[in-house]
């Protein structure tokens, strides 16, 4: 279990899910990706030292890696959705993979009604079937999200299907375990714990990264792999 972590805090400022837009650049040795961030914050803002408590979180990587990353995210997000299919397997491969970074996925859910539903749900595998199923079921709601225009405006992830997405990454049996976990609530105490820590954060948009407690508001892969390589060097 994680040791909680110092993060400067920023004010709430308007909910967005066009926060960053992710460009492949092109494929060499491997992916490269620019991020570019909407809405960049401008001037000095007041701060306040606190702790994450990542205890309880689904991560990815070593547990041992000496950084802590974490994707705030909805997957009902067009632009997360982006992030999951284009940059995510960079990060794996250079940063988790690495043993570098320990990262994790917490809960932004607020575009639409069926953004909370697939949240709770998701928490409600892990919670029931832990990490291995909860990431093959996370990767697969992002593939599942439909790409038509106006689509995370409709209430597409209902529990039926995200009942039937889960039988297809694990078993009907399993599927059937998590929907009855869900329908008693059992993920709500995990998915408001998320919720908290995104008010307290002041979390903007989505996808939205932290490294070790600080947000990324640099502008390429490049600032991301030397602001984990910063952080690793403040551990020695």
Not at 50 to 63: A, H, R, T
Not at 157 to 178: C, M, N, Q
Request: charged fraction near 30%; charge should be negative.
């Amino acid at each position: 279990m994680a040791n909680k972590k110092k993060y400067t805090k920023k004010p709430a400022q308007k909910k967005s899910s066009n926060g960053w837009i992710f460009l492949a650049v092109g494929i060499v040795a491997a992916l490269a990706a620019i991020l570019i961030f909407s809405g960049a914050f401008e001037g000095k803002k007041d701060t306040a030292e606190n702790d994450i408590d990542y205890s309880g979180q689904p991560f990815l990587g070593d547990e041992n890696a000496p950084v802590e990353m974490i994707e705030f995210g909805d997957y009902k997000c067009p632009a997360c959705k982006n992030f999951n299919e284009q940059l995510f397997p960079v990060i794996e491969k250079e940063l988790i993979d690495t043993g570098k970074v320990k990262f994790y996925f917490m809960n932004y859910a607020f575009i639409n009604v069926d953004s909370e539903r697939s949240a709770k749900f998701a928490e409600a595998v892990y919670k029931e079937l832990g990490s291995e199923t909860f990431w093959k079921f996370h990767h697969k709601l992002y593939e599942e999200q439909p790409a038509d225009h106006g689509a995370e405006k409709q209430d597409i992830f209902t529990e039926d299907k995200l009942t039937s997405i889960l039988a297809g990454v694990s078993s009907e049996s399993d599927a059937e375990k998590v929907k009855a976990a869900y329908t008693k609530d059992a993920a709500d105490k995990a998915f408001e714990t998320d919720k908290d820590l995104v008010s307290e954060l002041g979390v903007k948009s989505t996808p939205t990264l932290f490294v070790d407690g600080e947000e990324f508001t640099g502008k390429s892969l490049d600032d991301l792999k030397k602001m984990v390589e910063d952080a690793a060097k403040e551990k020695k």
